[in-house]
């Protein structure tokens, strides 16, 4: 593979059977950077199954001796990489951005970017150094419910009912008009989508409400559910611009976390940032900032 790594590291591209390992990786870096694991196994595999993602080309490993110390993905323009803690500050991150950045540029993309931690200092000074600029922020937030959360105040003319199979374009619909309106954010087509989203293992349809105005699907809520941490989790949140500043979105919210609390689940977490302009709705609900991280993100020639 084309990557300039520094003496005694080997790299090879990635494969399905190297799942556990680099899960695995990602989880001992969250450990280091912020003292919790949000990584599930899961989502690597949900990672390795995208449609048009290629693991020959668009992902490296990195090992020193038998130990997978770094990794590498490329997908539609975003990346994702990691060093192991213990071998940071050795030019491995360096080499990675340059095979992102070259592969970036095989694959026709105009910009290369990553989401950080900012608990990560070190990947900042990286990014900063390499010609990246920060271009929004990120945050995780998680609320408690050790009583039962207030119930929702559905608008007038509005039904909430859970997911069904048969919404699911209409509910890509939804999801991709909504977050197209973002800074940076092209369309993503179903077939792109459902295998990230809906056939993630995680994913909870009992969990997930809609709001429909008559027949029309105007809102929704992806939930997914992860028991052995006792956690429901807002994975996708979106309204139709034509119903909005209605209470749909809070309402969906709470019939959520009501549904969380009924299977024994005692914290809801959600991810947003700042191109959605929803962090106001979900601490109005009662959620709470535990992280936050900032996208980097290099214009290519």
């Known amino acids: 593979m084309t990557i300039d790594l520094p003496a005694g590291l080997r790299a090879r591209p990635a494969n399905a059977r190297d799942t556990g390992s680099v899960y695995e990786l990602i989880a001992a870096c969250e450990l280091a950077d912020e003292g919790v694991v949000e990584v599930d ?55 990675l951005l340059g095979w992102l950045e070259r592969r970036a540029r095989e694959l026709a993309s105009t910009e290369v970017g990553q989401t950080k931690t900012d608990a990560n200092t070190d990947a900042r000074e990286l990014f900063l150094a390499n010609g990246y600029e920060p271009r929004w922020t990120s945050w995780m937030l998680r609320m408690r419910m050790d009583e039962r959360p207030a119930p929702p105040e559905t608008p007038p003319g509005i039904a909430i009912r859970a997911y069904r199979a048969s919404d ?9 008009a909504a977050f197209t309106e973002w800074e940076g954010r092209d369309p993503e087509p179903y077939d792109v989508w459902a295998p990230q989203v809906i056939a993630h293992p995680a994913f909870r349809p009992e969990l997930s409400p809609l709001a429909l105005d008559g027949d029309e699907i105007v809102g929704v809520v992806i939930s997914c559910e992860y028991p052995e941490l006792g956690e429901g989790w807002i994975q996708q949140l979106a309204t139709r611009a034509t119903h909005r500043r209605r209470g749909i979105a809070q309402a969906l919210l709470r019939t959520a976390f009501g549904d969380f609390y009924e299977r024994g689940r005692g914290t809801v977490g959600v991810a947003t940032d700042s191109r959605t302009g929803a962090l106001d709705l979900y ?9 936050h991280y900032t996208r980097y993100a290099k214009r290519l020639g």
């Open 283 to 291: 601490e109005k609900v009662g959620m709470r900032v535990e992280r």
């Open 41 to 95: 196994e899961d989502d690597i595999t949900v990672v390795f199954g995208r449609q048009g993602f290629d693991p020959t080309l668009d992902s490296v490993l990195v090992f020193e001796r038998d130990q997978l110390v770094a990794w590498a993905e490329i997908y539609r323009g975003r990346g994702e990489g990691d060093v192991r803690p213990s071998h940071r500050n050795r030019g491995i991150g360096s080499a």
């Open 168 to 176: 699911a374009r209409e509910v890509h619909q939804v999801m991709d």
